[in-house]
T-cell receptor, first 116, second 108 residues
């Protein structure tokens, strides 16, 4: 079974440029998460989807960040314009009904963003 | 809000036992999870405690005490491959809130 797939793995951009990250969750997983992990810190939730609906986006900086999950499968996270402080690893995770209330998420390897 | 505290670093030799403590503050939660993350890799689920007590999974065990707002991850028979960061996370209604992580370094 394929795991959570993310791309690109690495991205270097200059500040004020746009950037987008893509995530393909595990097949059949209805819940999809985007987390941001700063160096030396734990992941912090940005947004959670149940199918195609964003059910928790309270931590998403909506002035520059946007996300979508068309058809309730793949998801894209966009930053426009990027700032120096956005340099981090952006992690996508998914979970299904079997993992409900088990605390188990399946993470991708992340997209490491460097903003110069 | 929620907060979790864990030691930033632990170093031990192969074959040793390491305990990573996690203290937390929260108004309510379903349980406490633990994740392992190798440098540059994906966080990987290790264990989940919904109830007080010890959960054992091979060389790793996890403990939760709700009355003490405290949990720990116990790594036994340490191996070089156990060198990684370990995160505790409060589980609340599909949302995980992670601690800052503990870097475990295993020496030969």
């Amino acid at each position: 079974e394929a795991g959570v797939v993310q791309s690109p793995r690495y991205k270097i951009i200059e500040k004020k440029q746009p950037v987008a990250f893509w995530c393909n969750p595990i097949s059949g997983h209805n819940t999809l998460y985007w987390y941001r992990q700063n160096l030396g810190q734990g992941p912090e939730l940005l947004i959670r989807y149940e199918n195609e609906e964003a059910v928790d986006d309270s931590q998403l900086p909506k002035d520059r960040f946007s996300a979508e999950r068309l058809k309730g499968v793949d998801s894209t996270l966009k930053i426009q314009p990027a700032e120096l402080g956005d340099s981090a690893v952006y992690l996508c995770a998914s979970s299904g009904e079997r993992e409900e209330n088990t605390g188990e998420l399946f993470f991708g390897e992340g997209s490491r963003l460097t903003v110069l | 809000g929620q907060s979790l505290e864990q030691p930033s670093e632990v170093t031990a030799v192969e074959g040793a036992i390491v305990q990573i403590n996690c203290t937390y503050q929260t108004s309510g939660f379903y349980g406490l999870s633990w994740y392992q993350q190798h440098d540059g890799g994906a966080p990987t689920f290790l264990s989940y405690n919904a109830l007080d007590g010890l959960e054992e999974t091979g060389r790793f065990s996890s403990f939760l005490s709700r009355s003490d707002s405290y949990g720990y991850l116990l790594l036994q028979e340490l191996q070089m491959k156990d060198s990684a960061s370990y995160f505790c996370a409060l589980v609340n209604d599909y949302k995980l809130s992670f601690g800052a992580g503990t870097t475990v370094t295993v020496r030969a």
